[in-house]
């Protein structure tokens, strides 16, 4: 089960302080959200979360059925959904998923493409044919969500999920993130939609200077 | 500190111009090298230094140990102009040319060409945490020319040039003038100390 | 070697070079700048003979600058187009710097035969020591690759980019750059050249690639 504690962070971007000093833990199994007005530090806490960026103040620890993680070993355990993220433009989306699953060592048959692709709502030839480019901002989402699913981790970094999505979409998104924390993925939501709120089970709510 | 060094400074200066006697063939040009020879080996001192610093601060992620590296750099970037400078004057002097690649100067001018992209480096990127470890690893990185420098250089192109004046062997001195050098060398490191350690508290306070 | 590590860089290398056929302008710019270069040098020189050493830093100047449009593409491009986060998240550090230093590599190598075949016809000049002349153009390429990609995914942090590359490139490549032109020249003029100086260049290109897979580490992880 993993675990990642926050100890006395803070972070400040051009002497500007975002926020802090903030204590927490986040638990395997458990959807925790993350909520705040605009540049209240949402995304920065996720990045601090997954050691993607370093805090200014304080310390960081993710640890894994007792062990620390660090370094290439945490990212192992990473997978991410926010709109900074970007495909590779000019390859197919099933060879950006192909390209970026496979730096992980992990390479998926056609079925379990098929599958994956049918969860979260993606038609195949599209996938196959066309470059991740000229996809549609809702279908680029549904691509991450299916980068994500694939990448088996078992931290989740959210990022509005559910930005860009239709109704369907949305409830994709609830039910994946819902049935992945119940296997005991620990999943950071960063988001204001109420209904999103509401698959949490904890809340921080990051007041913003 | 500065009191003392300022003391000793003048104390030397005093002996290079009154006591150190005119070397054979250089006159009274030789009283430059007791500018010339501290400031080289205070811009040397000074790379290794910021490298060092550097590696400690990948090691430790001690901001700290990077204001200390900045500090290093920012100074060996000054000293390195002083010794690249009197150097060309000495060499303007002594063989008629400021400048003529010879393996000692094709090492300062490189020691040169590094402080000046590091320095630029760290002007180019936001004070925190990634200027740091960018910084420290183009320190160590653009460390791995030192053997380059000290092995290769002087043997490419020690066909072309006659050996330095100024290395032991191409001129005897006299142990007046070996005490008044070394006695410089030791007043020019003091120097560079006090001003270091003046300058690391600066980014320290800077970047609080 | 580590089965999935040469599984990453052979991964890592086919997306950049999937990228490069599908991007074609990087490659057109890189070349036609070369050319440029080359159509420049020679009109200036009008046909004129050429001191085998001219001839060599004149050839190593062409390289090095044209490979400076180039050597930095791996990561620049990853930064503009925003796919840097992604990369990090999913790609290791050693995959990812190994694979597209060797990229960088290949597309340099690829840029310095075309310049070469180029001087050598415009500026009338024939190697003597075609061995030593092609061992000493592979080494220099593979140093340039192996600085390149370090420092260019050092210069990505940059807000000023404009020249920085090649403020931070040209120190570090000295040590490759200086026995090239020695040893090119050496290899047109048909002079006996010290040839532990391919030994010397040899082992600096090593030096660089082990020293830029242990510091890419810190940069590739913020922990």
């Known amino acids: 089960m993993v675990k990642i504690n926050f100890r006395a962070v803070e972070q400040r971007f051009y002497g500007r302080q975002i926020f802090g000093p903030l204590d927490?833990?986040?638990?395997?199994?458990?959807?925790?959200?993350?909520?705040?007005?605009?540049?209240?530090?949402?995304?920065?806490?996720?990045?601090?979360?997954?050691?993607?960026?370093?805090?200014?103040?304080?310390?960081?620890?993710?640890?894994?059925?007792?062990?620390?993680?660090?370094?290439?070993?945490?990212?192992?355990?990473?997978?991410?959904?926010?709109?900074?993220?970007?495909?590779?433009?000019?390859?197919?989306?099933?060879?950006?998923?192909?390209?970026?699953?496979?730096?992980?060592?992990?390479?998926?048959?056609?079925?379990?493409?098929?599958?994956?692709?049918?969860?979260?709502g993606l038609?195949?030839?599209?996938?196959?044919?066309?470059?991740?480019?000229?996809?549609?901002?809702?279908?680029?989402?549904?691509?991450?969500?299916?980068?994500?699913?694939?990448?088996?981790?078992?931290?989740?970094?959210?990022?509005?999920?559910?930005?860009?999505?239709?109704?369907?979409?949305?409830?994709?998104?609830?039910?994946?993130?819902?049935?992945?924390?119940?296997?005991?993925?620990?999943?950071?939501?960063?988001?204001?939609?109420?209904?999103?709120?509401?698959l949490a089970d904890e809340r921080i709510a990051l007041a913003g200077h | 500190m500065g009191a003392v060094l300022g003391g000793l400074t003048l104390i030397i200066a005093g002996l290079v111009f009154?006591?150190?006697?005119?070397?054979?063939?250089?006159?009274?040009?030789?009283?430059?090298?007791?500018?010339?020879?501290?400031?080289?080996?205070?811009?040397?001192?000074?790379?290794?230094?910021?490298?060092?610093?550097?590696?400690?601060?990948?090691?430790?992620?001690?901001?700290?140990?990077?204001?200390?590296?900045?500090?290093?750099?920012?100074?060996?970037?000054?000293?390195?102009?002083?010794?690249?400078?009197?150097?060309?004057?000495f060499s303007k002097l002594t063989w008629g040319a400021y400048w003529n690649w010879d393996p000692r100067q094709t090492t300062i001018f490189v020691l040169l060409l590094i402080y000046g992209a590091y320095l630029t480096l760290r002007a180019a990127m936001p004070a925190g945490v990634k200027r740091a470890k960018t910084a420290a690893v183009y320190a160590l990185?653009?460390?791995?020319?030192v053997p380059f420098l000290v092995f290769i250089i002087p043997r490419m192109y020690f066909s072309l040039h006659p050996s330095p004046v100024i290395n032991g062997s191409g001129l005897a001195m006299d142990s007046v003038m070996l005490a008044v050098l070394l006695a410089a060398l030791m007043d020019m490191t003091g120097i560079f100390y006090w001003l270091y350690k003046k300058q690391v508290m600066r980014i320290m306070q800077e970047e609080r | 070697m580590n089965v999935s590590l040469w599984q990453g860089i052979k991964r890592m290398f086919c997306k950049e070079f999937v990228l490069g056929l599908r991007f074609k302008a990087a490659w057109a710019a890189m070349f036609m700048f070369a050319l440029t270069t080359l159509a420049c040098v020679s009109l200036a020189l009008q046909g004129g003979q050429m001191e085998p050493r001219l001839a060599a830093a004149l050839l190593w100047v062409i390289v090095f600058f044209a490979s400076m449009a180039g050597a930095d593409r791996g990561f620049a491009d990853e930064d503009t187009a925003g796919t840097l986060l992604i990369l990090k998240l999913y790609g290791g550090a050693q995959p990812v710097l190994l694979g597209k230093m060797l990229y960088s590599f290949f597309l340099l190598l690829v840029l310095a035969v075309?310049?070469?075949?180029?001087?050598?016809?415009?500026?009338?000049?024939?190697?003597?020591?075609?061995?030593?002349?092609?061992?000493?153009?592979?080494?220099?390429?593979?140093?340039?690759?192996?600085?390149?990609?370090?420092?260019?995914?050092?210069?990505?942090?940059?807000?000023?980019?404009?020249?920085?590359?090649?403020?931070?490139?040209?120190?570090?490549?000295?040590?490759?750059?200086?026995?090239?032109?020695?040893?090119?020249?050496?290899?047109?003029?048909?002079?006996?050249?010290?040839?532990?100086?391919?030994?010397?260049?040899?082992?600096?290109d090593g030096l660089l690639i082990v020293g830029a897979s242990v510091l890419f580490d810190y940069l590739w992880y913020e922990d």
């Open chain 1, 24 to 120: 927490c833990t986040l638990s395997g199994g458990r959807i925790m959200a993350v909520t705040g007005k605009n540049g209240s530090g949402k995304s920065t806490f996720l990045k601090l979360a997954g050691h993607l960026l370093p805090p200014s103040q304080g310390k960081i620890t993710v640890v894994s059925d007792g062990r620390e993680l660090r370094g290439e070993e945490l990212r192992r355990h990473l997978a991410m959904v926010t709109p900074e993220m970007r495909f590779y433009d000019r390859l197919t989306a099933r060879e950006n998923m192909d390209f970026l699953l496979g730096m992980r060592g992990i390479t998926l048959d056609n079925a379990v493409y098929g599958e994956l692709l049918g969860r979260v």
């Open chain 2, 18 to 89: 009154f006591v150190v006697p005119p070397a054979e063939g250089l006159g009274d040009y030789v009283r430059i090298a007791f500018f010339h020879i501290p400031v080289a080996w205070v811009a040397v001192i000074a790379f290794f230094i910021s490298a060092w610093q550097g590696a400690r601060y990948l090691r430790s992620g001690d901001m700290l140990a990077d204001a200390k590296s900045a500090a290093a750099s920012q100074l060996g970037f000054i000293f390195v102009i002083l010794a690249t400078v009197s150097g060309a004057i």
């Open chain 2, 141 to 145: 990185f653009s460390f791995l020319t």
């Open chain 3, 114 to 204: 075309f310049i070469v075949l180029l001087f050598l016809v415009l500026i009338g000049v024939e190697p003597v020591f075609w061995g030593v002349f092609i061992l000493t153009l592979v080494f220099g390429v593979a140093g340039i690759a192996a600085a390149g990609t370090l420092l260019a995914a050092l210069a990505t942090g940059a807000r000023v980019k404009n020249g920085l590359f090649s403020v931070l490139m040209l120190p570090v490549i000295l040590p490759v750059f200086l026995p090239a032109v020695y040893l090119t020249a050496g290899a047109l003029g048909g002079s006996d050249t010290a040839l532990n100086y391919l030994g010397g260049m040899a082992l600096y």
């Open chain 1, 123 to 198: 038609d195949e030839q599209a996938v196959c044919h066309s470059y991740a480019g000229d996809f549609s901002t809702g279908m680029k989402q549904r691509l991450k969500m299916a980068v994500l699913l694939a990448a088996r981790a078992d931290i989740w970094l959210l990022d509005e999920p559910g930005a860009n999505l239709d109704e369907a979409g949305r409830q994709m998104t609830a039910r994946e993130v819902r049935a992945a924390a119940d296997k005991g993925v620990l999943v950071v939501l960063a988001t204001n939609e109420p209904g999103e709120e509401a």
